[in-house]
């Protein structure tokens, strides 16, 4: 059961193979099985790990990158504002492609390069097939629950991206 940062509770169980350790750029989808339901998202800063559910299955999971320091990712419970398959930045010149809006500022989840020491401003960079896969099953108003990050980890060598 997992219980957001709005106090509503949402059963989980994953359908998931996940064979181990998940690195940068790795994920996994799998919608076979998935029962009936809401598509509702939750992002886990601290992890770097995305968790996509339709229901209560876990459908998709991805490695992320997020906000550096000086352009941090916000926290709490959001909800899709809306969809756009290919966004260019203009404030970074930087494609942002299958954007999901999370705030009218700006702060969106987008395929962006996942490596170790990536960063973005604010966003939640997931792997491109990932976010292509997101993109197509997600819909504006769905749920998306963003875990903060805990102040005790320390991410090294974060270099801004989009």
């Not at 601290?46 to 320091?69: H, K, M, N």
């Not at 996942?114 to 604010?122: E, F, I, L, P, S």
């Amino acid at each position: 059961m997992f219980v957001a940062t709005d106090g509503s509770r949402h059963p989980v169980g994953s359908l998931l193979a996940v064979p181990g350790k998940m690195a940068f750029g790795d994920f996994r989808w799998d919608e076979r099985g998935a029962g009936s339901g809401p598509i509702w998202i939750r992002v886990d800063l601290p992890r770097q790990l995305i968790s996509v559910f339709r229901g209560g299955d876990e459908i998709g999971t991805a490695v992320v990158v997020y906000g550096s320091d000086g352009t941090a990712t916000p926290s709490g419970s959001f909800r899709l504002l809306g969809k756009e398959r290919l966004h260019r930045s203009r404030a970074y010149d930087a494609d942002m492609p299958f954007t999901l809006w999370l705030t009218h500022d700006g702060v969106a989840l987008h395929a962006s390069v996942v490596a170790r020491g990536r960063a973005t401003h604010g966003c939640i960079g997931l792997p491109p097939d990932f976010a292509r896969q997101l993109f197509a099953v997600a819909q504006r108003g769905d749920r998306v629950f963003v875990i903060p990050a805990s102040p005790d980890i320390e991410v090294i060598d974060k270099t801004s991206v989009s």
